[in-house]
Every structure is written in C-alpha cells, then in structure tokens.
C-alpha cells in the first residue's frame, strides 16, 4: 500500500477531469503484473509522466521515474518527489542515479526513463540515449515500450502552458515487453546498443499507429512536418537541440571563469 502514491493518482485523475482529457489507452495489458521492467517513453512535453502512469493502473502498480535532481531540490515538488520514490538525476554525476535505478529493477520495481533524454521539438522520435537499454541487461528484466501522443498541446518546450478546460485528447499505446540479451557483465555495449535500435524502432512504430487515428489541425504547432504540421522537422529539432546546448555550455564556461 503506497498511500501517497494512490493520493497523487486521485489528485491527477481530478485534475485530468477538470482539463476534460479524453485518454485513449492501449495495450495496458503489456505492463508486466509483478517483477522488474524498464518503462520507456518518448518525449513531447513536460506533463507526460503524468499520463505514463495510466496504463500501470490496470495491474495496480506504479511507476518510478527517472527526473532531473532539479525537480527534486525544489522545496514544493522535492518532497512529492521523494515520497513516491522517484529517481533524481544529477546530469554531472549520472553514474549515481543509474546505480539506484539498477537496483530499483533488481528489487521487482517498474523504472520509467526517456530515452530521448530531452523533449523532442519536432514530436518525432529523436535518437536514444543506451542508458534504458543497459538498466535493463544489467537487471535482467525487460524493456515496456510506450509513446504517449497528445501530451505536446497540453504544454510542451516553447510554448505557453494549457491547463485550463481544453478536452485535448491524449492517446496511450502500451507495446509488448521486449526482453534483454543475454550479455557479458564486462562488456555491454555492443548488447545495449542493438537492443536500443530495437526499441527505438519499435516505439517509433507505435507512435506512427497512434497518429493514424488522431485527428491534427494543419499548421499547427504541436503537429509534426511529416504530417503537415507547423512543427521543426526533426534534422531542424536537433540543430536547435544542438545550439542551445552549445549556449549553456558557454554560459558554464563563462561562470566557471569569473
């Protein structure tokens, strides 16, 4: 019994009434009902992990996420952080918050992580990062695929934040758990990184199924190019990925010298 946790949920699900979110969930079926599992979810904007949590309903469990050591120093997030036994990642020292994830895995924990690591500006699938992958080799337990579409209109990077009454719909899709390879505990690498262009295909898959029955507003913002939306492609997406972290590098830099 996690009564925080199950307070949080009915908060959320409050909350979601309110917005009058209409969820379409699917695939709820895939979340394993006991034991260990990597939960992969792409990125479109800052309210997902809240839907990501749903389809973990179904078999009554919950999910630990993955969070920037930000989310976690902040004085009034910090400590709802803490009691629901979320992960905090400290991006200068991120060897630490993989060792607790590992462990978290090893104890039968569901570990929800990003693999794109950042909210992908175009609302494509971006490039993952191995660390979902390794989690789960060296854990022994498989990886969940799940893409969650719709999130991006409720507020994502660049734009104002929508939480008033909006009915967006959201779409949940839940892919089969996909299990890891059988690895050299000195040696990986070479595992991590076919198992991540498996699920990076995968979830790129679910997401294209997903989009074929929603419903997008040419031009807008939140609609990707490919599907004759207002949004960056993806190759323009990691340019300006690429720039704004050349930014904050130089500003680091800089600070470092005064």
Do not use: C
Request: aromatic share 8%; glycine share 8%.
């Amino acid at each position: 019994m996690e009564p925080v946790y199950r307070t949080i949920i009915g908060l959320a699900r409050t909350v979601f009434f309110v917005q009058g979110l209409k969820f379409d969930v699917r695939g709820a079926e895939n979340i394993p009902a006991e034991g260990g599992a990597v939960i992969a979810i792409n990125h479109t904007g800052y309210m997902d992990f809240t839907y990501a949590g749903l389809p973990a309903r179904r078999p009554k469990r919950y999910i630990r996420f993955m969070a920037k050591k930000e989310v976690f120093d902040d004085k009034i997030s910090g400590p709802i952080m803490r009691a629901l036994r979320h992960i905090p990642v400290d991006r200068s020292a991120g060897a630490d918050s993989y060792v607790s994830a590992v462990e978290y895995l090893r104890r039968g924990e569901l570990v929800g992580v990003y693999p794109e690591a950042t909210i992908s500006r175009s609302f494509e699938i971006k490039d993952f990062k191995s660390g979902a992958a390794r989690m789960a080799i060296e854990a022994g337990v498989p990886v969940v695929p799940m893409v969650i579409w719709g999130a991006q209109r409720v507020w994502t990077k660049g734009y104002p934040k929508r939480l008033g009454r909006t009915n967006t719909p959201i779409s949940i899709a839940v892919g089969e758990p996909i299990a890891p390879p059988v690895a050299d505990p000195g040696n990986i690498a070479e595992p991590a990184a076919e198992l991540t262009r498996k699920l990076h295909s995968v979830m790129r898959d679910l997401l294209m199924e997903l989009q074929q029955d929603y419903v997008h507003e040419p031009g807008a913002y939140w609609v990707p190019a490919r599907l004759g939306g207002g949004a960056p492609t993806l190759e323009e997406a990691d340019a300006m990925d690429a720039a704004e972290a050349e930014e904050k590098a130089a500003k680091r830099r800089s600070a470092a010298q005064e």
